[in-house]
């Protein structure tokens, strides 16, 4: 019994807010160094010593610090659906590595004392790092439980990648955001859903009875992740089954397009619209519409619910490179390879923002002035940069001013991005600055 509650607490930390204010794990006490992963021994061995175990059915596998090794290998927990890279030869990246980068200055947030580009990377307990600058890789590096052949879950930067298929549908004319969302899914009608638009979905300007206090027991973020659950139900259990169950009963709290709420529900019920306009999976519609076509390294997976159903709103795992690819295809505008893969006006709808007075009311400190556009942040900064982000230090953050791509995977022992962005943010803006000035001279 224990080990299952532990799994649905895991769930609820996959179901998490990019910049969720409640900590899922305690006991940050440990630097990124001293909880390197290989340094504690997690796993070694044939078979490894009692004490350094991680696995199933009881054992904490994602409360730090043994979350910094098993964020790279969440298919040994949970159940996965796969993400074919299809079977064409990848895409080579090009290289101009920089060894400068690591010695670029900025000022966190707030003021405090100077840090370096490095530095920062230790103090987010960064597990790999990717830059590309003008199509090129200009810094690379991997730490902790990751490896160049790795992969590593992505959490929430999965919202961005069910947001990126909505859009092209929408650009396409198979999806019609303004049509309420129960046009699609019949089943949603009486849900709180029914009378959304998809747009309202995908922006998650919805209005829906669905509360993520982790510290109540009772909150709605511990039934979903009980109905999300893939393993079997126990005795007496009688919510819902998987992720479609769950959202027929999510009820609607106020009226839609009034706020800016992030709610990882939206983001599941936009991947059963898709789903049903294209007749794929969203598995299969990212492996068909984007992962074969960018000369992805390895195949991604996604986990799944008991029915099979791919968790839309954090569930896919990736390598750092085959990520980058993703940014380099957003960043230049769905073309990849000299081939387009989907027309000009699906970023050009990303880059533009949501409403920022609606995302305002969410009170984020860090993202003052951001918006919400098709499940990607998107910062209004002068250089125009925009995000998919996940919890625990996930980003893919894309730079179009300095012509940049940056993908970090990390594994900060608080599940509170809003901890991390002070000395992320103005290293990302440093680094662009870097790169542009580096190309003016």
Not at 186 to 209: H, I, K, N, Y
Not at 224 to 245: I, L, N, Q
């Amino acid at each position: 019994m224990r080990g299952r509650r532990f799994l649905i607490a895991v769930i609820a930390v996959l179901l998490m807010g990019a910049s969720s204010p409640i900590a899922a794990q305690s006991g940050g006490e440990l630097s990124a160094d001293e909880s390197d992963p290989n340094l504690l021994g997690w796993m070694q061995g044939f078979p490894p010593r009692d004490d350094k175990l991680i696995g199933q059915p009881d054992a904490n596998y994602f409360s730090f610090p043994k979350l910094r090794w098993s964020v790279c290998r969440l298919r040994e927990f949970l159940p996965t659906e796969q993400v074919s890279r299809g079977r064409g030869a990848p895409i080579p990246l090009a290289y101009d590595l920089d060894d400068a980068i690591d010695d670029v200055r900025f000022t966190p947030l707030g003021g405090g004392a100077e840090m370096s580009w490095e530095a920062s990377l230790h103090a987010n307990y960064t597990d790999g790092m990717l830059i590309i600058h003008r199509n090129k890789v200009v810094y690379e590096r991997y730490f902790g439980c990751l490896e160049e052949a790795g992969k590593h879950a992505a959490m929430s930067m999965t919202k961005s990648m069910t947001g990126l298929l909505a859009e092209i549908l929408v650009a396409e004319g198979a999806l019609d955001d303004q049509a309420l969302v129960s046009a699609f899914v019949p089943e949603l009608q009486e849900s709180a859903f029914g009378d959304a638009t998809v747009r309202q979905v995908m922006d998650m300007t919805t209005s829906l009875v669905y509360s993520e206090d982790y510290s109540n027991p009772n909150a709605d973020i511990w039934l979903y992740s009980a109905a999300a659950s893939p393993f079997p139900k126990p005795d007496g259990y009688t919510g819902p089954d998987g992720y479609f169950e769950y959202l027929q009963t999510v009820r609607r709290e106020g009226d839609h397009g009034t706020a800016f709420a992030y709610k990882t529900i939206n983001s599941d019920a936009l991947g059963w619209v898709i789903s049903r306009v294209t007749g794929q999976a969203v598995t299969e519609l990212l492996s068909d519409r984007i992962w074969s076509k960018i000369g992805a390294e390895q195949d991604a997976y996604m986990t799944v619910d008991g029915k099979g159903a791919p968790f839309a709103g954090g569930g896919v795992t990736a390598g750092l490179r085959d990520l980058g690819r993703v940014g380099l295809l957003v960043v230049n505008g769905g073309v990849v390879d000299g081939r387009r893969l989907f027309p000009t006006q699906v970023v050009e709808s990303i880059r533009a923002g949501g409403d920022k007075t609606l995302f305002s009311t969410a009170g984020y400190p860090t993202l003052a002035g951001w918006s919400y556009r098709s499940q990607w942040w998107v910062s209004h900064n002068p250089n125009g940069a925009f995000a998919a982000r996940g919890v625990h230090g996930q980003t893919i953050y894309i730079d179009p001013a300095a012509e940049m791509v940056l993908v970090r995977f990390a594994s900060f022992p608080k599940a509170q991005n809003a901890r991390i962005d002070p000395t992320s943010l103005p290293a990302y803006q440093a680094v662009a600055d870097y790169l542009m000035a580096k190309d003016a001279n």
